[in-house]
């Protein structure tokens, strides 16, 4: 099994920033891990993460914004929130999943994001 955490949440204005953290420990080996969004009344959706091969993959709509890091010997993964803005309340999942063959994925708990004044 492979348990995750989530960190880093908070209130922030229109403009400021935040950085989420996020661990991932257990018995598994852990391939890649991403962030996900859900805004209240909505579906979760993928934010940034790192795919299988090694990439990063971005959402339209956090691009030239936020930036995914990761330390492959902590399995831990951040996310750099700049230029937040009011539609990216909601709240963030990190989810980390195992290698191969057989893919798992896990998720934590969630930390609120709320963009306002």
């Known amino acids: 099994q492979v348990h995750v955490v989530e960190s880093g949440g908070g209130l922030v204005q229109p403009g400021g920033s935040l950085r989420l953290s996020c661990a991932a420990s257990g018995s598994l080996s852990i391939n890649s891990m991403g962030w996900f969004h859900q805004a209240p009344g909505k579906q979760r959706e993928l934010v940034a993460a790192f795919t299988r091969n090694g990439r990063t993959n971005y959402a339209d709509s956090v691009k030239g914004r936020f930036t995914i890091s990761r330390d492959n010997a902590e399995n831990t993964v951040s996310l750099q929130m700049n230029k937040l803005k009011p539609e990216d309340t909601g709240v963030y999942y990190c989810?980390?999943?195992?290698?191969?063959?057989?893919?798992?994925?896990?998720w934590g708990k969630g930390t609120l994001v709320t963009v306002s004044t």
């Open positions: 989810n980390a999943e195992t290698t191969g063959p057989t893919y798992r994925n896990f």
